[in-house]
């Protein structure tokens, strides 16, 4: 209730546009969106879902699938990597095309699975396909699962079952230890679109085929649940636990290799140690026990000495995972295959002493109580193959002896809050790559033995007290440094350096391998001189940062960069700036203060350029604005422009041929120079002393056109021209009328608000589907709706 009553004290005025994508659930839209009146006038709100019956809204749109050719383009790309077949398969396409019935999922999959295969393969697949019912899209799908491999298909049913949404760095340490060759088999999933994998490494899949993957475990184990490889429901988990107690014995369950269990209470479940110890080939575990009755905790731990675990789950809900008196013999440990094992929110009172480590890569126990006292360290020391340990949230003040965990990769301690100091054993772990401090609130100092982490290639730093940063010179494979919001950084330098309060030194460094520098909301004043010597160095972000000077060596060597791709300049005062490396495809410079603009003719290879800019002296901006090289970047793509300074822009723009998208909001520009033909976006905010646009006739690859808040705009020059136009959205403009709209035949959308001269609109074209016309308030003339035959959309 509280959240409900938080979005409409917020929202109730605002205008918002809120996408909901893949709503499922009622209960989901009666929490975010539940009344009209919470979000103010000419919000919208797009609801994507399956399931037409969670919906009560004022309209809805059904999509339909992919027309023919549209279809063969998309299946020739992932069938010949090309947007067409080849001649001697144009027949074969067409046939599988139409099995499709325009579903761009079955499209990829089956382009993907077909590609690279000879005709008779082709004969062969397409003839099988064709054996399915035409309306059982999933029956083919299911095809696709079936031409896998042994390895190929036990790593897409464990994604399909337990993995969407993990990071695929930490989950191929799993697959590496079962031996099923990850890097190939993920290559030969991604190539046949069954699986994703995001630019942030997470893995995903369709819901479609998630639920074709469960459905070919289900149909291959008979449907008894206790035959399955894979029990990702504690439904399924509870079924198989129940049948074991009630007489069925515990035998053949040890094909189980990946287990979800949630217990709903203790009492009712006394084999327990019996169904754990029978999971012999047990490779993931993640499990809870519901802790239910109005029992105690302290009653409870009391009462039981060979507790196992328990749980805060993160929504609130308490479990408590208690499996029972586990008297076992010490000679016979349980889960001897056991890879993983995702124990959140242990108690100090739980002893690990019975499960087998020898197999184990990936132990996460976050958001435990657990302090360095905890005697359970002792065991994890066994895990000698242990390459991820997740201790996020514990209540550690320091880190552990960590020497024997000398094959660790990833150590995880962000949000420790209690986190004082790191042992000086992590020096040891020479095969560390990954080490994540994030949030460690009271962490305010590195031991010198981390400068031994030569393997160390992401250091994670973010909301720390970390004052100075020492010995990071040698760590050599260092790719991505991140310091975000280390407003008590002071000092970053190395040995027999100099340092300064607020300085950051790099001198005589090694940072021959770092790609990324991050140092945004720090209290650095004066970037490192070294910077220039960063050979490998492609992205650098100094974000509200409070810099006085870059360095001379930075002025006269940035341009020494060789492979520069991304400097980010946003929210500091910044200085005069030296010329700029001509490797760069995106700039961002963000700032109300700057003494000059660079020059930017050398940008060749620039794409992407952001300048939101005031100038400290406007009054020396008489000159030509040519001057600044903007003309001169044919590779531009995207240029968003925000100058309150300047009156003019350079008449060169028009040379920008690749330019599609053009964002300008500058209050004193006067007039607007001829615009490149190939924009395909054009955005013009609070230019108020504009009066009439140029003649933009020419743009015929112009899909969507803003223009808002211009004070006297009263004419635009050529609107009726844009044969390729599709949106045309006008705010608070003091047009008196509009061109007549009817030779754009592409138009879909027109919105006019708050144009309050307008009198008159004309006649719009016939596939009109949303029209809105608020606040216009002379209007007198408008079309009729009902002459639209298209319109989904209307609100006058």
């Not at 609801?47 to 027309?67: A, P």
């Not at 940063?469 to 260092?478: A, D, F, S, V």
């Not at 520069?564 to 010329?579: C, D, F, H, N, T």
């Given at each position: 209730?509280?959240?409900?009553?938080?979005?409409?004290?917020?929202?109730?005025?605002?205008?918002?546009?809120?996408?909901?994508?893949?709503?499922?659930?009622?209960?989901?839209?009666?929490?975010?969106?539940?009344?009209?009146?919470?979000?103010?006038?000419?919000?919208?709100?797009?609801?994507?879902?399956?399931?037409?019956?969670?919906?009560?809204?004022?309209?809805?749109?059904?999509?339909?699938?992919?027309?023919?050719?549209?279809?063969?383009?998309?299946?020739?790309?992932?069938?010949?990597?090309?947007?067409?077949?080849?001649?001697?398969?144009?027949?074969?396409?067409e046939r599988a095309v139409n099995m499709c019935n325009g579903l761009p999922l079955a499209l990829e999959v089956i382009g993907s699975l077909l590609s690279g295969k000879s005709e008779e393969e082709w004969d062969a697949t397409l003839k099988e396909l064709e054996e399915s019912p035409q309306e059982n899209v999933r029956k083919k799908l299911m095809i696709s699962i079936e031409a896998l491999n042994e390895n190929q298909r036990k790593i897409f049913l464990d994604v399909a079952c337990f993995f969407i949404g993990y990071d695929k760095r930490i989950v191929i340490h799993l697959w590496e230890s079962c031996k099923l060759l990850p890097h190939q088999s993920l290559g030969i999933l991604q190539q046949r679109s069954l699986i994703k994998i995001r630019d942030d490494n997470q893995l995903w899949m369709h819901d479609w085929l998630r639920d074709i993957g469960r459905t070919f475990i289900e149909e291959g184990s008979g449907m008894k649940p206790e035959n399955q490889q894979w029990v990702w429901t504690h439904e399924q988990a509870l079924d198989v636990l129940e049948k074991m107690q009630s007489g069925g014995g515990f035998h053949g369950i040890g094909s189980i290799e990946a287990l979800c269990l949630e217990l709903p209470e203790l009492s009712r479940y006394s084999l327990m140690k019996e169904f754990l110890g029978s999971l012999l080939n047990l490779r993931?575990?993640?499990?809870?026990?519901?802790?239910?009755?109005?029992?105690?905790?302290?009653?409870?731990?009391?009462?039981?000495?060979?507790?196992?675990?328990?749980?805060?789950?993160?929504?609130?809900?308490?479990?408590?995972?208690?499996?029972?008196?586990?008297?076992?013999?010490?000679?016979?440990?349980?889960?001897?295959?056991?890879?993983?094992?995702?124990?959140?929110?242990?108690?100090?009172?739980?002893?690990?002493?019975?499960?087998?480590?020898?197999?184990?890569?990936?132990?996460?126990i976050s958001r435990s109580k657990l302090e360095e006292t905890w005697h359970g360290w002792s065991h994890i020391k066994l895990a000698e193959n242990l390459k991820v340990l997740n201790l996020s949230r514990c209540k550690l003040n320091k880190t552990l002896d960590l020497p024997s965990h000398k094959k660790l990769e990833q150590l995880i301690l962000e949000g420790c809050e209690s986190l004082v100091e790191i042992d000086s054993s992590i020096g040891h772990l020479k095969n560390l790559v990954f080490l994540n401090l994030k949030d460690c609130k009271r962490l305010q100092k590195l031991p010198d033995e981390m400068g031994a982490l030569e393997s160390l290639m992401e250091l994670l730093l973010d909301s720390t007290a970390i004052k100075e940063i020492h010995e990071c010179g040698r760590m050599k494979n260092l790719k991505i440094l991140s310091l975000v919001k280390c407003k008590s950084l002071n000092i970053f330098s190395f040995i027999g350096c100099p340092t300064s309060v607020a300085k950051l030194s790099l001198v005589n460094n090694h940072f021959n391998s770092l790609i990324e520098l991050d140092l945004s909301r720090t209290k650095i004043r004066v970037l490192p001189y070294s910077i220039p010597y960063m050979k490998k160095l492609k992205v650098l972000k100094l974000c509200n940062c409070p810099l006085i000077q870059l360095p001379c060596a930075i002025g006269i060597n940035i341009?020494?960069?060789?492979?520069?791709?991304?400097?980010?300049?946003?929210?500091?005062?910044?200085?005069?700036?030296?010329?700029?490396?001509?490797?760069?495809?995106?700039?961002?410079?963000?700032?109300?203060?700057?003494?000059?603009?660079?020059?930017?003719?050398?940008?060749?290879?620039?794409?992407?350029?952001?300048?939101?800019?005031?100038?400290?002296?406007?009054?020396?901006?008489?000159?030509?604005?040519?001057?600044?090289?903007?003309?001169?970047?044919?590779?531009?793509?995207?240029?968003?422009?925000?100058?309150?300074?300047?009156?003019?822009?350079?008449?060169?723009?028009?040379?920008?041929?690749?330019?599609?998208?053009?964002?300008?909001?500058?209050?004193?520009?006067?007039?607007?120079?001829?615009?490149?033909?190939?924009?395909?976006?054009?955005?013009?905010?609070?230019?108020?002393?504009?009066?009439?646009?140029?003649?933009?006739?020419?743009?015929?690859?112009?899909?969507?056109?803003?223009?808002?808040?211009?004070?006297?705009?009263?004419?635009?020059?050529?609107?009726?021209?844009?044969?390729?136009?599709?949106?045309?959205?006008?705010?608070?403009?003091?047009?008196?009328?509009?061109?007549?709209?009817?030779?754009?035949?592409?138009?879909?959308?027109?919105?006019?608000?708050?144009?309050?001269?307008?009198?008159?609109?004309?006649?719009?074209?016939?596939?009109?589907?949303?029209?809105?016309?608020?606040?216009?308030?002379?209007?007198?003339?408008?079309?009729?709706?009902?002459?639209?035959?298209?319109?989904?959309?209307?609100?006058?």
């Amino acid at each position: 209730m509280e959240g409900k009553r938080e979005i409409k004290e917020r929202l109730c005025s605002k205008k918002v546009l809120l996408l909901l994508d893949d709503a499922d659930d009622a209960s989901q839209l009666d929490a975010l969106v539940q009344k009209h009146e919470w979000f103010g006038k000419g919000s919208k709100i797009i609801i994507s879902t399956r399931d037409r019956g969670i919906l009560n809204v004022d309209e809805t749109y059904e999509l339909t699938g992919m027309n023919f050719d549209h279809s063969l383009k998309l299946f020739s790309r992932h069938a010949f990597r090309r947007d067409y077949p080849l001649d001697q398969y144009i027949s074969h396409s067409e046939r599988a095309v139409n099995m499709c019935n325009g579903l761009p999922l079955a499209l990829e999959v089956i382009g993907s699975l077909l590609s690279g295969k000879s005709e008779e393969e082709w004969d062969a697949t397409l003839k099988e396909l064709e054996e399915s019912p035409q309306e059982n899209v999933r029956k083919k799908l299911m095809i696709s699962i079936e031409a896998l491999n042994e390895n190929q298909r036990k790593i897409f049913l464990d994604v399909a079952c337990f993995f969407i949404g993990y990071d695929k760095r930490i989950v191929i340490h799993l697959w590496e230890s079962c031996k099923l060759l990850p890097h190939q088999s993920l290559g030969i999933l991604q190539q046949r679109s069954l699986i994703k994998i995001r630019d942030d490494n997470q893995l995903w899949m369709h819901d479609w085929l998630r639920d074709i993957g469960r459905t070919f475990i289900e149909e291959g184990s008979g449907m008894k649940p206790e035959n399955q490889q894979w029990v990702w429901t504690h439904e399924q988990a509870l079924d198989v636990l129940e049948k074991m107690q009630s007489g069925g014995g515990f035998h053949g369950i040890g094909s189980i290799e990946a287990l979800c269990l949630e217990l709903p209470e203790l009492s009712r479940y006394s084999l327990m140690k019996e169904f754990l110890g029978s999971l012999l080939n047990l490779r993931f575990l993640r499990m809870d026990v519901k802790f239910i009755n109005g029992c105690k905790l302290c009653e409870t731990i009391d009462s039981m000495k060979n507790i196992w675990r328990s749980n805060f789950l993160g929504n609130g809900e308490f479990f408590l995972n208690l499996l029972g008196p586990l008297v076992l013999p010490k000679s016979r440990l349980i889960l001897p295959e056991l890879r993983w094992l995702s124990w959140n929110n242990m108690p100090s009172h739980f002893e690990l002493s019975h499960i087998s480590m020898r197999k184990l890569v990936i132990l996460d126990i976050s958001r435990s109580k657990l302090e360095e006292t905890w005697h359970g360290w002792s065991h994890i020391k066994l895990a000698e193959n242990l390459k991820v340990l997740n201790l996020s949230r514990c209540k550690l003040n320091k880190t552990l002896d960590l020497p024997s965990h000398k094959k660790l990769e990833q150590l995880i301690l962000e949000g420790c809050e209690s986190l004082v100091e790191i042992d000086s054993s992590i020096g040891h772990l020479k095969n560390l790559v990954f080490l994540n401090l994030k949030d460690c609130k009271r962490l305010q100092k590195l031991p010198d033995e981390m400068g031994a982490l030569e393997s160390l290639m992401e250091l994670l730093l973010d909301s720390t007290a970390i004052k100075e940063i020492h010995e990071c010179g040698r760590m050599k494979n260092l790719k991505i440094l991140s310091l975000v919001k280390c407003k008590s950084l002071n000092i970053f330098s190395f040995i027999g350096c100099p340092t300064s309060v607020a300085k950051l030194s790099l001198v005589n460094n090694h940072f021959n391998s770092l790609i990324e520098l991050d140092l945004s909301r720090t209290k650095i004043r004066v970037l490192p001189y070294s910077i220039p010597y960063m050979k490998k160095l492609k992205v650098l972000k100094l974000c509200n940062c409070p810099l006085i000077q870059l360095p001379c060596a930075i002025g006269i060597n940035i341009g020494k960069l060789p492979i520069l791709r991304k400097l980010v300049l946003e929210g500091s005062e910044i200085p005069a700036m030296p010329q700029l490396p001509e490797s760069l495809i995106t700039l961002t410079i963000d700032t109300s203060s700057i003494r000059g603009m660079p020059d930017l003719s050398n940008l060749l290879n620039l794409r992407n350029l952001k300048l939101h800019v005031s100038f400290e002296h406007p009054s020396k901006l008489e000159e030509d604005p040519s001057s600044w090289g903007i003309g001169r970047l044919r590779m531009l793509e995207v240029l968003d422009l925000i100058c309150p300074d300047i009156g003019t822009l350079s008449f060169d723009l028009v040379l920008l041929s690749e330019l599609k998208e053009l964002h300008i909001q500058c209050r004193n520009l006067q007039c607007l120079p001829m615009l490149p033909t190939n924009l395909s976006y054009l955005c013009i905010w609070f230019c108020n002393r504009i009066k009439a646009t140029s003649d933009i006739s020419n743009l015929k690859a112009l899909s969507s056109l803003k223009i808002c808040f211009c004070k006297e705009l009263a004419e635009i020059e050529g609107l009726e021209g844009l044969e390729n136009l599709r949106t045309l959205f006008l705010d608070s403009l003091p047009l008196a009328k509009l061109s007549d709209l009817t030779s754009l035949k592409k138009l879909k959308e027109i919105s006019l608000m708050s144009c309050t001269e307008l009198v008159e609109i004309p006649e719009c074209p016939e596939l009109l589907e949303i029209l809105e016309i608020v606040y216009c308030v002379k209007l007198q003339k408008w079309p009729d709706p009902s002459s639209f035959k298209n319109l989904k959309f209307s609100r006058f």
